[in-house]
């Protein structure tokens, strides 16, 4: 892949996203990571470091107000603001590929549209299906008009879907819901989510909220066969497990080292960044 300029967007301006960005950046290309200043949720490491990238810049947009996260007429106005802030920043930046992630749909027309403006593949990096959650939850809020609504959000939603270039699914589940409506398989990849590994706090294993929180059944256990899973309350499958383990130091050390390698690969940003610059390639 030669050397290209990249606008990547994040809306919501999660960890690993801006890590994918330096790490596209370390490999030669101009990198503008763009994300939504005003959009409330936890954010990652986006301010410059010392030893970022030559090429690597972070730009945040604004809405002009406080975002109205609760009120749906509201927010869709101030969602294809932002829109239009992506927008401006295509048009400034000029990119050869455009990646998209955590847009809403409102942000997302805008936004695909300006990279077809100015020559720019498109890349959908697809967390949710937006429309099946409006689907479920705007015909409750508008009982009137919310069905209607809700059938626009899935026009909209997979006709974006379509007309991208290239479509990173970050799990096989979609590929399925996906061709159904009409994307071409070969136009998917499915790239599973990860963690910045280096930024990861570290704390003690054995802990008050681990005890209480952590979820059993995890299929990623299941499909690395890192260990053993059941559902709450299954006490007779945890005691069994258990046993088992103990009784088996062999398969102890076979399962963990599967679990640490499962972690090693799939956070490795080097190959994440491989994959990445193929879906680039291939846009």
């Excluded at 997302?108 to 720019?120: D, E, I, L, N, P």
């Excluded at 570290?202 to 299941?222: T, V």
């Excluded at 066969?225 to 309350?233: K, L, M, R, V």
Aim: with cysteine; charged share 25%.
């Amino acid at each position: 892949m030669g050397l290209v300029k990249i606008l990547l967007a994040d809306y919501s301006g999660h960890p690993f996203q801006v890590q994918l960005a330096r790490e596209l950046a370390r490999r030669g290309h101009t990198v503008r990571h763009v994300y939504s200043a005003s959009f409330q949720t936890p954010k990652g490491n986006l301010t410059h470091q010392p030893g970022d990238p030559e090429g690597f810049e972070i730009v945040p947009v604004r809405n002009v107000a406080v975002f109205a996260k609760g009120t749906f007429y509201a927010r869709r106005r101030q969602e294809i603001e932002i829109g239009h802030a992506f927008a401006r920043q295509v048009a400034d930046f000029r990119p050869d590929a455009v990646v998209s992630n955590n847009a809403p749909l409102d942000t997302q027309r805008v936004f695909q549209k300006a990279a077809s403006r100015y020559g720019a593949k498109f890349v959908f990096w697809l967390q949710d299906i937006y429309s099946e959650a409006i689907s479920r939850v705007i015909p409750r809020k508008l009982p009137v008009a919310g069905h209607a609504i809700a059938a626009w959000y899935r026009h909209l939603e997979f006709s974006m879907l379509k007309s991208s270039d290239r479509i990173v699914a970050i799990t096989q589940d979609f590929v399925p819901i996906l061709t159904a409506k009409g994307v071409a398989s070969d136009r998917i990849a499915v790239i599973e989510n990860w963690a910045p590994a280096d930024e990861l706090p570290h704390y003690p294993r054995d802990n008050d909220w681990a005890a209480s929180n952590m979820p059993e059944g995890l299929r990623i256990i299941e499909r690395n066969e890192a260990g053993f899973t059941g559902a709450p309350g299954e006490d007779a499958v945890l005691l069994g497990a258990l046993a088992c383990l103990a009784a088996e130091p062999d398969l102890r050390k076979r399962l963990g080292d599967n679990g640490r390698a499962y972690a090693h690969k799939t956070f490795d940003i080097g190959e994440i960044g491989d994959r990445f610059c193929a879906v680039l390639q291939d846009a």
